[in-house]
Each structure stands twice: as structure tokens, then as C-alpha cells.
């Protein structure tokens, strides 16, 4: 049956607070307003976020029992991995972004509110929300909504390290917005570097590209710089040729630390072709309106003068989020922990994913237990390394994440064991020490960093996850005991969420890209740029942005780049 929805809008006395109910049947929070039923009563999603992780649930869910309250201060989804080619012209900022009112299905009841969540309160089911239009004619702009069942995919945020000035003085790449802003400024540094009267020097300066972090992002980010500095501007600004600098900051002893050694050479060597600067083992310490200081293992430290920097460095966690953590005791954690059903540890109808969340690993800890014990055959509670290295495989190909710490040499230890595995004579090792040692790591790794990486891979593998057992949520309630097939699984009626590795991209420029696909495939080259153009083409959340992508590719193709300043 069709809803009809009316919208109750009080205030909260002494709080200054609009209280907005959209249900079906509910009161304003100070019960002033009523709502008339007219329907079935559904029940009522909150999701917090249009990213991947909430876009990705959105576009899954098929129940029409559920009314979905969409709140975010962005009212589009972006296809983030595409946002280094904004930055420089190659795609256009609209053509990486949909409306979120175009995604989801037709059966289920949507609506979106422009606003950013401030703060969660579990106990009172209700999330306060903060809009940037005022919302009464006394330009209030708080209000609260309630709900039923929270979905909080609200991402994460630029992390600085509290390095001192790199707020104020470094670009970031995580929005569009910020995409266009680096965009108009790498122009504007060619215009102001063609001025007259402006010494070499200075020049030189207005031309030096600084990119801090050698991650994924960073990486690309430089390679599409050097690409439209060589293919577009170097021809239109006369001027600035021989004075254009870019320079990458990272300070452990490799970039792309997180692919196959073979990708990290070759990026390495291309970049040292190209004249892009790396300089390793170096951390920046502070940053100046026009120099960034960085300190060497070493000790030594150089001030470096920059015309932009862009600072790529990873992700922190987001004021709500900090906040929401320690109401519900997880304040020393970095991420929101749930369980492997994504449910909020020790909270009701409250479910975390993507950026913001991380799988809680008491139980990752139980199946590396298991897989140690199912490998400890005879049970003498020893293992050889052939079984060591066997089982170490069968939780690589699991949990991820632990291949990608083992190559970055974060478990040192462990990566020798398993080189000395490839001579394994047979004999039988007491290496429950080793083990031992494996899990610590691990579980530091866990604390330090989320499990699963931080990608766009994982956040809409889980909301499509999530997605699914909203749909079947009904059925198990009438059904506690589920379908025959699922009773073994004893602890929950869901299947728990598994992530899918199927692989990454490192975009290197000249039209070359690395990709590491599952079962340490690895290759490099143009073939893989041209695998990169379709795959990340297929992935577009709509056939309007899948043709705005593929047109703006080959628009820069035919007749190059873009160098308005606008
Ligand atoms: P996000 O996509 O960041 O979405 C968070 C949402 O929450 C946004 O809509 C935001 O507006 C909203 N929000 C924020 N605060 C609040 C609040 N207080 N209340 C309500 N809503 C809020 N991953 C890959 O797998 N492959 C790639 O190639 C890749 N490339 C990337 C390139 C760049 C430049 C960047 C920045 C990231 C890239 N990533 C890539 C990582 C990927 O984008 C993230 O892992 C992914 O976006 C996480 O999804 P999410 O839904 O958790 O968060």
C-alpha cells in the first residue's frame, strides 16, 4: 500500500533542536505531532553517507518494507578512482558523479536530506544532523532524525598527522571538489609563472609540484600531473619550460608498498625516466606558506620550496564517528568495529561499512587459529614449514590484507619463515612460537590500521552484503531457524561477510598501467591501461556517466587536454 508521508516539525525545548520524523507513525521527539498511519508500517533506515559503501547498499536493497532516510552533506555519489583524472582535465568533474536520487530501486521508499550527522545516540535511536541551508525562518540548522535500523557509511577523512601547517597550505584529493580546486591551480601556477618580471627562481618555485604519500592515490596523482604537464601545457606555456619540478615525498623506503615488488620497481624506475622526483624515507615535519621542511632517516633535514603540494598521506577518522566510538566504549580504536555481519559491536540495529568500519578480528584470530590447527595433521602440535607456508596461504587468500602486510614487510618475521619454507627438508618444527608471533602482528596491524583495506572494492562489496540480508531480514524473523542449508552455520542467520579480492590498479602515466590480479598475477604495460579503461568504465554507476567517461576519454584523446583556468 502506498504511504502517505507527513512530516512533523517541533522544537525541542532549551535544545534549539528541530526534531523531523518522515515515518509512518511516529511522534515529533516532544510529542506535540502525530502522524497518521495509512499504510503497512515500515520500517525505517537511516544511512548516513552517498559514497560507495551507502550507494552500493542503495542500489541493492529490494524490500519495499523499508522506508530509506538518506543523510549526507553531498547529494551525489562520486567514482573516486577517477578523481586524479579530474584533477587534470582527462575526465570531467560532472561526468564522475550521479545524483543520488537517480540510484536505488523503484519499490523501495527513498528520500535524501542535505545534511551532515554531528552526532548518533543509540539509546534514544535518533541522529542529530547539521544542514547548511537554514531550515526554519529563525535559520535554525539543526534537527534530528529517528529510526529504526542505522546504516552508517560516512567514510573517512584526510589524515595530517597534525603535522603543523598542512591544513593550511596542502591540497587534498578526496572530494570532487577538492579535484577541481588542484585542477584551476596547477593552471593558475602556469599563468602566474608566465607573468614578466618574475625571477627563475621564482618561477621555479610557482612550477614545483610536491605530492606527499607514495600510496595508489598519490602515485597516480603525479603520473596524470607529468602527463599534462608533458602532452598539453609545456607547448602552451613557452615560458615555463625546463622550470616545472613535480617531486614525491614518501617516507618509507618504497612506494606502492602494497603491490607486488615488481610493480614498485617499475614505478620506481618510470618515475626516475620521467624526471618525477621521488625521494624516500623522507617525512615531512611542517609545512610553510611556500616551503615544506622534511626530515631523512638520516636526521637530516631540507626545506624545499613549492608552488603546490598535494597531500595524500591516508585516512582518519571523522569527528561523528570519533565521537559515536566513545559513547559505545570503542575510543581507543581507529574505526568503527563491527562484527563479520557488520553489525556496531555491543550496539542494536546499528551497521558500519567502508571506510569507516573495520570487521572485528577476534574472529579473523579464531579462523587462523582453525586453519593452524586443521594444518597440524597429526596433532603432534608441530608443523612443517611446507604446512606452515600452506596455511599461511589458505589465510592470504581469506583475509587479503595479510598477503599485502607480508609483502610491505610489516611481519618480518613471518616472510622469512615463509622464504625459508622453499627449502623445507620435511622435518617437523615446533613453530607455535612463530605463530604466535604471527597473530600479535596481526592483531597490531588490526589496531593500528583497518583489516581490510580501505577501497572502494571493499566498501561496495559490503553494501551490496548488507543489502542482501536487509532484503531477507523478514523472512529469518519469521523464520529464526532460516533455510536448511544455512542451519550449520549456527552463530547467526546470515552467511558472515567475505570479502572478494579481484585485484588492483596503479595508473603510472603514458598511458601504462600496473595491475595485480588475484593469484599474484601481475602485469604492466599498455594492455593493462587498456584492461583499466574498461574495467573501470563497466564500474560506472549508471549508463549517463558510463557514456560521459568514455566521451571524455576520447575527447582527450582527439584534441587533448583542457587548460582553462575555470
Ligand atoms: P566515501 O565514499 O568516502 O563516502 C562517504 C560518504 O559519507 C560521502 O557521501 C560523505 O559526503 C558522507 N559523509 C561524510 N560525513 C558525513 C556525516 N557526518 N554525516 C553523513 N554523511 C557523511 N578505492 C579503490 O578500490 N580503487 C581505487 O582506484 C580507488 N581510488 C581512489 C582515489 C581517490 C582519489 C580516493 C580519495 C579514494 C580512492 N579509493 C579507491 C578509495 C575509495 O574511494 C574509498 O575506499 C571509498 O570511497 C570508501 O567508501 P565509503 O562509502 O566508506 O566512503
Not at 477 to 504: A, D, S, T, V, W
Request: with cysteine; net charge neutral; glycine share 8%.
Amino acid at each position: 500500500p502506498s504511504l502517505t508521508r507527513i512530516i512533523v516539525v517541533s522544537t525541542i525545548s532549551g535544545g534549539g533542536l528541530i526534531a523531523y520524523s518522515e515515518a509512518n507513525a511516529s511522534y515529533g521527539s516532544n510529542g506535540s505531532a502525530a502522524v497518521v498511519e495509512t499504510g503497512t508500517k515500515k520500517k525505517k533506515v537511516v544511512l548516513l553517507g552517498t559514497g560507495w559503501a551507502g550507494t552500493s547498499f542503495l542500489k541493492n536493497l529490494n524490500n519495499s518494507q523499508y522506508e530509506v532516510q538518506i543523510i549526507s552533506p553531498r547529494n551525489y555519489f562520486a567514482f573516486t578512482p577517477l578523481l586524479p583524472s579530474v584533477t587534470c582535465g582527462t575526465v570531467e568533474a560532472r561526468s564522475v558523479v550521479e545524483p543520488i536520487r537517480n540510484i536505488g530501486r523503484k519499490n523501495v521508499d527513498t528520500s535524501y536530506l542535505e545534511a551532515e550527522c554531528f552526532k548518533i545516540d543509540p539509546s534514544s535511536k535518533k541522529v542529530y544532523c547539521r544542514s547548511k541551508q537554514g531550515l526554519a525562518s529563525n535559520g535554525k540548522k539543526e534537527f534530528s532524525v529517528d529510526y529504526d535500523y542505522l546504516v552508517i557509511a560516512t567514510g573517512a577523512q584526510s589524515n595530517t598527522f597534525n603535522i603543523p601547517g598542512v591544513e593550511e597550505n596542502c591540497h587534498f584529493l578526496k572530494e570532487v571538489e577538492d579535484a577541481q580546486k588542484i585542477r584551476k591551480t596547477v593552471i593558475d601556477s602556469f599563468e602566474k609563472a608566465s607573468l614578466p618580471e618574475l625571477s627563475d627562481e621564482e618561477r621555479k618555485r610557482i612550477l614545483h609540484f610536491v605530492v606527499v604519500g607514495g600510496g595508489p592515490t598519490g602515485v597516480e596523482f603525479a603520473a596524470e600531473l607529468h602527463d599534462f604537464v608533458t602532452e598539453d601545457l609545456v607547448s602552451l606555456y613557452p615560458r615555463a619550460k625546463g622550470s616545472v619540478q613535480i617531486t614525491l615525498l614518501e617516507a618509507a623506503d618504497h612506494i606502492l608498498t602494497m603491490f607486488d615488488k615488481r610493480i614498485t620497481e617499475f614505478a620506481e624506475e618510470k618515475f626516475s625516466r620521467d624526471g618525477i622526483d621521488v625521494k624516500l624515507g623522507s617525512m615531512v615535519t611542517k609545512v610553510n606558506e611556500k616551503d615544506i621542511s622534511a626530515k631523512t632517516k638520516g636526521g637530516e633535514v631540507s626545506s624545499i620550496p613549492y608552488g603546490m603540494i598535494v597531500w595524500s598521506t591516508g585516512i582518519g577518522t571523522r569527528p561523528v564517528i570519533k565521537d559515536f566510538m566513545k559513547q559505545i566504549g570503542q575510543g581507543n580504536r581507529r574505526a568503527l568495529a563491527t562484527d563479520e555481519w557488520l553489525r556496531v559491536e555491543g550496539c542494536d540495529n546499528i551497521y558500519a561499512l567502508g571506510d569507516c568500519a573495520t570487521i572485528n578480528q577476534r574472529k579473523v584470530m579464531e579462523d587462523v587459529s582453525a586453519i593452524f590447527s586443521k594444518a597440524d595433521k597429526d596433532k603432534s602440535g608441530t608443523l612443517t614449514l611446507k604446512e606452515f607456508q600452506e596455511a599461511m596461504d589458505d589465510i592470504c587468500v581469506r583475509y587479503p590484507q595479510v598477503e599485502l602486510y607480508l609483502k610491505s614487510k610489516r611481519m618480518r618475521g613471518i616472510a622469512d619463515l615463509l622464504k625459508e619454507a622453499e627449502t623445507d627438508d620435511g622435518s617437523k618444527k615446533n613453530i607455535d612460537l612463530k605463530i604466535e608471533e604471527f597473530k600479535s602482528a596481526l592483531s597490531q596491524v588490526d589496531s593500528q590500521v583497518k583489516f581490510l583495506p580501505a577501497t572502494a572494492q571493499v566498501a561496495a562489496q559490503q553494501g551490496a552484503y548488507l543489502a542482501k540480508c536487509f532484503d531477507r531480514m523478514e523472512e529469518c524473523e519469521k523464520n529464526p531457524e532460516g533455510p536448511i542449508r544455512m542451519r550449520g552455520e549456527g552463530r547467526h542467520r546470515f552467511r558472515p561477510f567475505r570479502y572478494k579480492h579481484l585485484g588492483q590498479f596503479a595508473p603510472l602515466g603514458g598511458e601504462k598501467t600496473a595491475a595485480q590480479l588475484p593469484g599474484d598475477w601481475v602485469s604492466i604495460g599498455h594492455s593493462s591501461q587498456w584492461l583499466w579503461y574498461s574495467v573501470y568504465a563497466s564500474k560506472q554507476v549508471s549508463w549517463r556517466t558510463r557514456v560521459l567517461v568514455v566521451s571524455d576519454w576520447m575527447r582527450r584523446f582527439i584534441f587533448g587536454r583542457d587548460s582553462s583556468s575555470i
